[in-house]
């Protein structure tokens, strides 16, 4: 895409009335819902009355009609104002995606309604003990019994918000009848289904959205839980896989911003001896590159955003993956410098930036560790050869 990309006043006013909505709630808020191990239900209930969380989803379903493009600027403007809302990433933008794309009318009436106005949640699940980055690995599989429906097996770990969950879109695989090989295809399993087990992972990150083990043992699941077409699993799983790497970038970009922001304030006003220490160099430049680079990530997460809502899959492929990474290393690297700059402050529940070093870790591992996106990039874009 050679066309320079700039945001609409459409987008600009977007930004505005999200960035009022976050600063409302802001850190506080979250730090106190995760504190009493609950949901940052008030905000994402607001959130959706006003019309964003589904801003990315048809008309004619209760959504916006917009695009990922518009979803993005939602959740990083609630980052940036230091509340970010997880789900996000999973319910309207790939879930909802997929079902949108390719989910059957009866499948959109049952749950896009409900996605766009925030009534309804889906979990998404694709990782595996055993599988890691290795989607080709994955060994949750369907077979379809003799009425038609179908028997779920396997496993799935780091599943996010399952506890709130109506239901989970799961990708596994089943065999296909010509050539005896297995294929992947996206299922929706209702959360009160029998044999669907649930275990929650301790995690050392400190969040409102809590990480889960899946266990499937056979679940019967009846035919219409299967989304799309049977031959055209992979499609559909990329369509998915793309606005994870956008949204996961915009979640890094935001919770950067919110970071450099609290260094800035607090810059301007530390003094130590007769200067703010924001007038020191050795202070100023390193918060100056923050801010550049999560810029220069923002650009890359709109031209991937564009190009997928223009139906560019490959393009957007690339440009979602390179977005990915350097919004995430861009927000580890903000994180870092934001507590480096407030000093011991910096490590306080004062402040609230200490979380964020290991929280600003996560968009480096998840969705795809950003050694993956670097194999993706070095093969898919530059050519060169693979080691595996």
């Known amino acids: 895409m050679n066309a320079p990309v700039l945001e609409t006043e459409e987008h600009q006013a977007l930004r505005a009335a999200v960035a009022a909505l976050g600063k409302r709630y802001g850190r506080d808020y979250m730090t106190r819902v995760t504190g009493a191990e609950g949901h940052p239900e008030e905000l994402w209930s607001e959130a959706a009355k006003l019309g964003y969380l589904g801003v990315n989803l048809p008309e004619e379903y209760g959504g916006g009609g917009c695009g990922i493009s518009e979803l993005s600027i939602v959740l990083e403007e609630l980052g940036a104002a230091g509340s970010p809302l997880l789900m996000m990433v999973v319910s309207p933008a790939i879930c909802g995606t997929v079902i949108s794309r390719f989910g059957t009318k009866e499948q959109k009436r049952a749950w896009l309604p409900g996605l766009a106005d925030g009534s309804r949640t889906m979990a998404f699940g694709i990782t595996e003990p055993d599988a890691g980055s ?5 060994t949750t ?16 770990v780091f599943v996010s918000g399952v506890d709130i969950a109506d239901a989970t879109l799961i990708v596994g695989r089943t065999s296909d ?5 297995l294929k992947p295809c996206l299922f929706i399993v209702a959360r009160d289904t029998p044999g669907f087990g649930r275990r929650r992972i301790d995690m050392e990150l400190q969040a409102p959205e809590k990480q889960f083990e899946l266990t499937f043992d056979d679940v019967r699941l009846p035919a219409d839980a299967l989304v799309g077409d049977e031959d055209a699993g992979l499609l559909q799983l990329f369509a998915g896989l793309n606005p994870e790497r956008i949204m996961t970038a915009a979640f890094a970009i935001g919770m ?39 810029e220069l990530a923002r650009l890359m997460m709109q031209k991937a955003a564009r190009l997928y809502d223009d139906g560019d899959d490959v393009g957007a492929g690339e440009a979602a993956n390179m977005a990915k990474y350097a919004a995430a290393e861009a927000c580890v690297r903000a994180v870092d410098q934001s507590v480096h700059t407030l000093g011991g402050n910096g490590l306080t529940r004062e402040f609230g930036l200490a979380s964020l070093i290991t929280g600003s870790r996560v968009a480096r591992i998840a969705p795809v560790s950003r050694e993956m996106i670097l194999n993706y990039v070095s093969h898919q874009t530059l050519g060169l050869p693979k080691s595996y």
Not at 134 to 138: A, E, L, Q, Y
Not at 266 to 289: C, F, M, N, S
């Open 141 to 156: 599989t369907a077979r379809k019994d003799d009425d038609g429906t179908w028997l779920l097996s396997g496993r799935k």
């Open 256 to 294: 950067g911003r919110y970071a450099v922001a609290r260094a800035v304030a607090y810059a301007r006003e530390r003094t130590v001896w007769k200067d703010a220490i924001g007038a020191h160099q050795a202070i100023a430049h390193p918060l100056a590159q923050a801010h550049i680079e999560l």
């Open 134 to 138: 290795n989607s080709h690995r994955i």
């Open 177 to 181: 009848a010509r050539t005896g090989r």
